[in-house]
Structures are given as structure tokens and as C-alpha cells.
């Protein structure tokens, strides 16, 4: 019987005090064999050390890797230092501020694990509001089981979204990882979409429609300050893959709309529930 593959949660961290501990400890109650959890602070200035350093002595029989960059790397930089650390197969990149439900490891590990073409398996997720209260506004993306990687593209690039999750929704193998190239640190807010869609071409994609975590919208959060930058960066994401997918102007056209339509909208409702 072949030994399970090493599980490596990556939790990139930058003054992430207020909900750095529930992060924690939901990867920490995770029950699969051979897990480590690696957090890589940027010169958090919060406290962040103090409170990763108590869940530690919480949870002394798991494996943990704690780096502190000695200059600030930004997040693209950081979230590439945290997954160059870790030692294990599979990988999940998750934020600071985000929770992991029971279940979750095992469930995306089986399925990746055992699924040669499948590159990114991601699970359905709850929005969640400052306080850690689900806000009802998700809507199901895909039906359980494996799809094609280039439908998702395309369906990325036609309506303008992201067609994965967050990326405490998803998981993947760090050889996969290391042929793209990392995350690209000209990125802020489509660090994600930009990664699941590199790592997706000509691959597989695996859905779980179970929800298996949960995604903090705050006011402090990455998402709300950066959803500003969202449009712009669609657009350099679009020229990036168009090059491979030439489209009609007019479907090029139509997309930028709803990319700007969208980020609107979104930037309206971070507003909104960040502060409940």
C-alpha cells in the first residue's frame, strides 16, 4: 500500500492578528496523516508572530514551518515564498484570515491523488462576513466531478470571473506549480485566477459540491482593499491568454463590459458585508 501523499497548507501572512488564530487552529484540527502547515509572515507588525507562535503550542504534534521574510516581498512575493518552503506533494494556498471546515483536506487529497489529469481540485466555499456569519450570495459554479481545464478557461475569458474559487477552495500539486513559473508578481487581486488558469490548460479540473470552507470578506481583507485593481488586471490576464486563444473584438468587447460591470458589483457588496 502506498504511503499517503504530504499535505502542505500554505498560509501566507501579513498583520493578519484579528483571524490569524481561527485559521490556524481549523488547518491544525485537520485529521490526515502527513500534514504541515507553513506560514511565511512578510514583517507583520501586528503581532501576527505572538498569535501563530500560541496556536504552536495548542497543536504541538503537528508539523509546522514558520518563515519570516527578512524584507517585505509584497503578496504575490510572499504567497510564492510560503509554497516554495513547503515539503509536500500537494498544496493548499489559503488566506490568512480564512477557515478550513472539517473534511476538507481528505476529501480534495483522495480525489487529486488519485486523478493523474486533474490539476486543481476545489470544493464549493462560504462567503463569510467579518464576524464569521455565512452570507448567503454564492451561487453553485459546477456540478460535481471532473471537467474539461480549457471549458474553463473559456468560460474564465467569456464572462469575465473566476470559474475556480479562492484559493482556500482549491488544491494542487507543487510539481504543477513549479512548471508554471509561480504566481506572477506583477499580479495583486487575480493572483489566484491567473495561477488555476496557467495551471489548468489542457488539464483537468475537479469539483467537490460540498462547501468544505469558508472565505472572510472584511474591510481589512485583500479582496475589499484591492477590488479596485480588479478590471485593469482582467484585462492584462485577457492579453496574456489571448495570445494563445485569439477571440473576435467584438466578444473581446462585449467581456471587458462585464469585467468592469462585475468588478463594480463586487466592490458595491465587499463594501456592504465587510463591515458586518
Given at each position: 500500500?502506498?504511503?499517503?501523499?504530504?499535505?502542505?497548507?500554505?498560509?501566507?501572512?501579513?498583520?493578519?492578528?484579528?483571524?490569524?488564530?481561527?485559521?490556524?487552529?481549523?488547518?491544525?484540527?485537520?485529521?490526515?496523516?502527513?500534514?504541515?502547515?507553513?506560514v511565511s509572515d512578510d514583517n507583520?507588525?501586528?503581532?501576527?508572530?505572538?498569535?501563530?507562535?500560541?496556536?504552536?503550542?495548542?497543536?504541538?504534534?503537528?508539523?509546522?514551518?514558520?518563515?519570516?521574510?527578512?524584507?517585505?516581498?509584497?503578496?504575490?512575493?510572499?504567497w510564492n515564498a510560503c509554497v516554495?518552503?513547503?515539503?509536500?506533494?500537494?498544496?493548499?494556498?489559503?488566506?490568512?484570515?480564512?477557515?478550513?471546515?472539517?473534511?476538507?483536506?481528505?476529501?480534495?487529497?483522495?480525489?487529486?491523488?488519485?486523478?493523474?489529469?486533474?490539476?486543481?481540485?476545489?470544493?464549493?466555499?462560504?462567503?463569510?462576513?467579518?464576524?464569521?456569519?455565512?452570507?448567503?450570495?454564492?451561487?453553485k459554479k459546477h456540478d460535481e466531478?471532473?471537467?474539461?481545464?480549457?471549458?474553463?478557461?473559456?468560460?474564465?475569458?467569456?464572462?469575465?470571473?473566476?470559474?475556480?474559487?479562492?484559493?482556500?477552495?482549491?488544491?494542487?500539486?507543487?510539481?504543477?506549480?513549479?512548471?508554471?513559473?509561480?504566481?506572477?508578481?506583477?499580479?495583486?487581486?487575480?493572483?489566484?485566477?491567473?495561477?488555476?488558469?496557467?495551471?489548468?490548460?489542457?488539464?483537468?479540473?475537479?469539483?467537490?459540491?460540498?462547501?468544505?470552507?469558508?472565505?472572510?470578506?472584511?474591510?481589512?481583507?485583500?479582496?475589499?482593499?484591492?477590488?479596485?485593481?480588479?478590471?485593469?488586471?482582467?484585462?492584462?490576464?485577457?492579453?496574456?491568454?489571448?495570445?494563445?486563444?485569439?477571440?473576435?473584438?467584438?466578444?473581446?468587447?462585449?467581456?471587458?463590459?462585464?469585467?468592469?460591470?462585475?468588478?463594480?458589483?463586487?466592490?458595491?457588496?465587499?463594501?456592504?458585508?465587510?463591515?458586518?
Amino acid at each position: 500500500m502506498s504511503e499517503a501523499p504530504r499535505i502542505s497548507v500554505c498560509i501566507p501572512v501579513y498583520n493578519g492578528a484579528a483571524h490569524l488564530a481561527d485559521c490556524l487552529r481549523s488547518v491544525a484540527a485537520q485529521e490526515v496523516p502527513r500534514l504541515e502547515i507553513v506560514v511565511s509572515d512578510d514583517n507583520s507588525s501586528d503581532g501576527s508572530l505572538d498569535v501563530i507562535a500560541g496556536v504552536q503550542k495548542e497543536f504541538p504534534g503537528t508539523d509546522w514551518r514558520v518563515v519570516r521574510n527578512p524584507i517585505r516581498l509584497g503578496m504575490a512575493g510572499n504567497w510564492n515564498a510560503c509554497v516554495e518552503a513547503a515539503s509536500g506533494q500537494l498544496i493548499k494556498v489559503m488566506g490568512q484570515d480564512d477557515i478550513l471546515y472539517p473534511g476538507c483536506l481528505a476529501a480534495q487529497a483522495a480525489i487529486i491523488a488519485s486523478e493523474a489529469e486533474v490539476a486543481v481540485c476545489a470544493c464549493a466555499g462560504d462567503i463569510c462576513s467579518a464576524s464569521g456569519r455565512k452570507i448567503p450570495l454564492r451561487r453553485k459554479k459546477h456540478d460535481e466531478g471532473i471537467h474539461s481545464g480549457n471549458k474553463l478557461i473559456e468560460d474564465c475569458l467569456r464572462t469575465a470571473a473566476n470559474p475556480i474559487g479562492e484559493p482556500v477552495t482549491t488544491m494542487f500539486r507543487k510539481t504543477d506549480f513549479q512548471k508554471t513559473g509561480g504566481f506572477d508578481l506583477s499580479m495583486r487581486y487575480y493572483i489566484d485566477v491567473d495561477m488555476w488558469l496557467r495551471l489548468l490548460g489542457n488539464r483537468k479540473f475537479a469539483f467537490i459540491e460540498k462547501s468544505y470552507c469558508g472565505f472572510r470578506v472584511h474591510r481589512g481583507g485583500a479582496s475589499f482593499t484591492l477590488q479596485g485593481e480588479g478590471y485593469s488586471e482582467f484585462l492584462r490576464m485577457e492579453n496574456k491568454l489571448n495570445s494563445r486563444r485569439p477571440l473576435p473584438q467584438r466578444v473581446r468587447f462585449v467581456r471587458r463590459i462585464s469585467a468592469f460591470r462585475d468588478s463594480c458589483l463586487r466592490l458595491a457588496a465587499y463594501r456592504i458585508f465587510g463591515a458586518i
